[in-house]
DNA sequence: TTGTAGGCGTTATCAT
DNA sequence: ATGATAACGCCTACAA
């Protein structure tokens, strides 16, 4: 009798057994790459399980073996969601290409709930390995509680450089410099800094990177220009309101993300002032919001995709048993230069 | 002897059965909520967990009861994310609610491609059920497949307003006659429009919600005004350039998304023309960059969040064989007005 | 209303 | 190098 369509179903262990004339822990062994195989049984094998399209079964795996062959990524959520983004795409890709799957966390602060958020996770997920954006690799409970549970993990962009723990970075610090460099290169003299979120590693050393600068130059840090933020719009704006206000405003803003340069765009706007005229402004992240913005933002370009992909790797690697020494890396950036900064303008 | 930390074995439902002087099946029916059981016994059983904390493992529910407890959202990666920001963080919250983990996959055009991907990841995945995105609802073969296989969906936002299936939409048709009037009514009659990308369905409900607008205002529809666009930055600008070096300009632009209507604003500042004076700009969705492009940018917001959730409410329901009549839905809109548009000046 | 037995598709142990 | 057999933790029959 032929079985009308329906939903065919899938083929076990069993049946590639079966097939191929060995045990299913042969098969066992093949589909894990396992050692002790003759090359004529692996390849025996190898035809059976193409030969009825065999996928083996994740639960059965996961519940035979212990582990799941899922990562975590948590990530506080936030409303400019560009860079989290490219995070995304990167560790998806390489979940994909190492035959994990993905699930995802956003969390929200305080911390309260951030592990309330994170224990619901860890409870119903049962991940192997956890992925952890900027800022919350920095959150001690966090990772004492990753450590307790005996959940391996891997931060992006943290605080602190720990060499025991699986980590990458763009360079912050140099991006700044350079950056900062290339304003104080087109003359400017008075540059306001906008600071970031304190809670993010990139906020220190993107500042630092600013100050080392000036210092290079010669140029005598002026403490009223610095103004706190928060990586968002709305606090761009309320810096930018202060700093264009002062009796001697700056010539040029560098904003610690981009979304807060549009803030700061937006405000010399409102009060007419001429971008890049009289004042230059740049960013961080070239985010897509940066090329959409008028005058376009100059900004630093950091790898996003790049580093969530390798770190992806490290911990699938780390899970795997197989990692190298080398678990940590700095990446490059790339200043991007657009219209919205210019040479000082003798008044 | 004192165990020292270490990672506690997580109770089974054997543990609780034991704890609670019962049979596992009883256990098993007080989780599932299944009938036949004393309320004395369920109260028995209910402390058992408590005090045990326990917590069903998902594999070996996946395994033996032929289901996953988690569903697939499916999207085209779009450069600019900040719809699917929207969506993923609305399905994500109901499927927590519900007890449902969130699997995710971007996908790639074209058709081969999609099937490609999507094809992977359901041989990986084992999903109880899909959410998907526009406009991958629309694709024929995505949905054959699914149905082949016997693999619950749903749809935001599709083209096609199949009775049978589960849809939410926005009522896009609505929004542009809406957006349309309001731009009318600023005196503008030379009005010219940029369609969005064939393959999703509000591009066609936005056009004719414009036409039917010009229509109803007894305006002389121009084809020349119209120019075709793909959702994105660049296709916005090209249209800008064409539309903007008519010998007889439109005094008003609608782009059919925000990213659009960024680039007809950045081409405007570029030629020169004044924004709202000389002319004015909408857009369509009121992502993060309406409000910080210069001059912020008249929209319409749709509720994406709210229907991202109800498509993921509707989908657990229909998995678990509770869904109601009603499995569709069109959502309100708001017309957001901001500087970008002003009333025509006679010149 | 409750409990017992068998099986889901793997991995792991220990023979051979 | 290969294989039989027992877990893994739960659900679905079917009994009691």
Known sequence: MIKAGGADKRATITDVAREAGVSIKTVSRVVNKEPNVTDKTRAKVDKAIEVLGFQPNLSARSLAGNRSYSVGLLYENPHEFSYMRDVLDGVFETCTDGGYSLLLRPCKFPVSRLMKDIQQFLQQARVDGVILAAPLGDVKE???????KGILFAQIAPKRENPDWIWVQSDDFEA?????DYIVSLGHKRIGFIKGHPSHGATTLRYKGYRASLKRHGIKFDAALVSPGLFDFESGKKAAQFLLSLNEPPTAIIAS????????IHVAHEMGIKIPERLSVAGFDDTPLASRLWPPLTTVKQPIFEMASLVTKLLIDDIRGTMDADHHENFEFDLIVRESTARLNKA
């Open 257 to 264: 993300n981009d979304d807060m340069a549009s803030g700061v």
């Open 142 to 148: 966090v990772v004492e509680l990753l450590q307790k």
């Open 176 to 180: 700044s410099n350079t950056l900062t």
